[in-house]
């Protein structure tokens, strides 16, 4: 069974960039037709989808995080990663992971969620 | 990027209520609309893709339709464990947006 696994620091300081891994387990991310996913949610808010990246490495980020998001893929490890530069406050959410249905972009495996707060 | 706005912000309603959320894309999405259940401290759950097409193990009081611009989900015969948060997402555009949320609340 499918399992994504979100890890990396809950704190961050402003200005400097976020880092995060998300570890798949139970098949291999190179084993179909999926863009992997970034989604993020703050306390209390909505739904944001940052990012997706294709195991051959091929992207397409959201549009107003463009110049900040960059997700890469590890095949060998298994692992795709996001980093976010300059963070503010507004950053601070939950970051998801997650697979969509295959050749589509409705997510419907996600990973456990973890908690990144920018804070000095 | 397309906008995607959900009504209402929040519901209150009974157990065995019937119940229907609505969501609206700033331009035709096709049948490109997905929904999602999220309860607190928990990753959201897909529910319905494709606007009316069923996820695997989610119960048939669950519904969705729509085409174009206007959607809408739809439970019949509310239970306990539908007392959640329901978004909507597009997936025509590459750029994938979800509406801002309906909070479910027991009356």
């Known amino acids: 069974q499918l399992h994504l696994q979100e890890s990396g620091p809950g704190l961050v300081k402003p200005s400097e960039t976020l880092s995060l891994i998300c570890t798949v387990s139970?098949?291999?991310?190179?084993?179909?037709?999926?863009?992997w996913g970034w989604i993020r949610q703050p306390p209390g808010k909505g739904l944001e989808w940052m990012g997706s990246?294709?195991?051959?490495?091929?992207?397409y980020y959201n549009p107003s995080l463009k110049s900040r998001v960059i997700i890469s893929v590890d095949t060998s490890t298994n692992q795709f990663s996001l980093r976010l530069s300059s963070v503010t406050a507004a950053d601070t959410a939950v970051y998801f992971c997650?697979?969509?249905?295959?050749?589509?972009?409705?997510?419907?495996?996600w990973g456990q969620g973890t908690l990144v707060t920018v804070s000095s | 990027d397309i906008q995607m706005t959900q009504s209402p912000s929040s519901l209150s309603a009974s157990v065995g209520d019937r119940v229907t959320i609505s969501c609206r894309a700033s331009?035709?999405?096709?049948?490109?609309l997905n929904w999602y259940l999220q309860k607190p401290g928990k990753a959201p759950k897909l529910l319905i893709y494709?606007?009316?097409k069923l996820q695997s193990g989610v119960p048939s009081r669950f519904s969705g339709s729509g085409s174009g611009t206007d959607f809408t989900l739809t439970i019949t015969s509310l239970q306990p464990e539908d007392f959640a948060t329901y978004f909507c997402?597009?997936?025509?555009?590459?750029?994938?947006?979800f509406g801002q949320g309906t909070r479910l609340d027991i009356k």
């Open positions: 997650a697979r969509p249905r295959y050749g589509s972009r409705d997510f419907d495996c």
């Open positions: 139970g098949d291999s991310i190179t084993s179909g037709d999926y863009y």
């Open positions: 990246i294709y195991y051959s490495g091929s992207t």
């Open positions: 331009q035709s999405i096709s049948n490109y």
């Open positions: 494709a606007a009316f």
């Open positions: 997402q597009q997936s025509y555009s590459t750029s994938i947006t």
